[in-house]
């Protein structure tokens, strides 16, 4: 089964750059979609397609996806960041596939 | 503007069986895929059960195949869940999700879940 790998916790200051990793064997050549979650929610879609926004979500938000690690990148973080983030790739053989999720503290 | 919204969820003894329903409005329902993905409280996430728009289609994970049947009736817009022979590890908080149709595929929008916890 394939398998996708993630920091258990980042830290940003306020106003600095957050970097989310994901990673997994030749991730890059699969698609890499990117949920936020803030406590008591349901997940909440921020990326798509490697580095696609859904509409709503702020610019701030950005992904890439090369060889084996996909990054959800968030810039100037702001306290509302604060959150588990989860990668999920969707594979022929074995569906939907979730990392294990990071949780991101804004300092 | 798309509503997903579940019910059943409890309190049951191993063993035991529950039903989830999702009730869906603001979209095509019958024409969108849907999955059931559930959530140990404060750990990761695991797509359970997937299925088609028109209900031919269905995918299980591993752990609750033969357990858990997915369905729907499209003439409601609701999604359904049946699980039978409960165990302590399917306690989780279960999400309705919409699916995207073709791959590569993603969750969009989310439902707010309904709890199972599966005790003695």
């Known amino acids: 089964s394939y398998e996708l790998t993630q920091p258990l916790s980042v830290s940003v200051a306020l106003g600095q750059t957050a970097r989310i990793t994901c990673g997994g064997d030749?991730?890059?050549?699969?698609?890499v979609h990117w949920y936020q979650q803030k406590p008591g929610q349901a997940p909440l879609l921020v990326i798509y397609?490697?580095?696609n926004r859904p509409s709503g979500i702020p610019e701030r938000f950005s992904g890439s996806n090369s060889g084996n690690t996909a990054t959800l990148t968030i810039s100037r973080a702001q306290p509302g960041d604060d959150a588990d983030y989860f990668c999920?790739?969707?594979?022929?053989?074995?569906?939907?596939?979730f990392g294990g999720g990071t949780n991101l503290t804004v300092l | 503007e798309v509503q997903l919204l579940e019910s059943g969820g409890g309190s049951v003894q191993p063993g035991g069986s529950l039903r989830l329903s999702c009730a869906a409005s603001?979209?095509?329902?019958?024409?969108?895929?849907m999955s059931w993905v559930r959530q140990v409280p404060g750990k990761g996430l695991e797509c359970v059960s997937s299925?088609?728009?028109?209900?031919?289609?269905?995918y299980y994970a591993d752990s609750v195949k033969g357990r858990f049947t997915i369905s729907r009736d499209n003439s409601k817009n609701t999604l359904y869940l049946h699980m039978n022979n409960l165990k302590a590890e399917d306690t989780a908080l279960y999400f309705c999700?919409?699916?995207?149709?073709?791959?590569?595929?993603?969750?969009?929008?989310w439902g707010q879940g309904t709890l199972v916890t599966v005790s003695s």
């Open positions: 999700a919409k699916v995207r149709n073709t791959a590569p595929k993603w969750f969009d929008p």
């Open positions: 603001g979209f095509s329902f019958s024409t969108n895929a």
């Open positions: 299925i088609s728009g028109g209900g031919l289609d269905t």
């Open positions: 030749n991730i890059g050549n699969k698609n």
């Open positions: 397609r490697d580095n």
């Open positions: 999920q790739v969707w594979d022929s053989n074995t569906d939907m596939v």
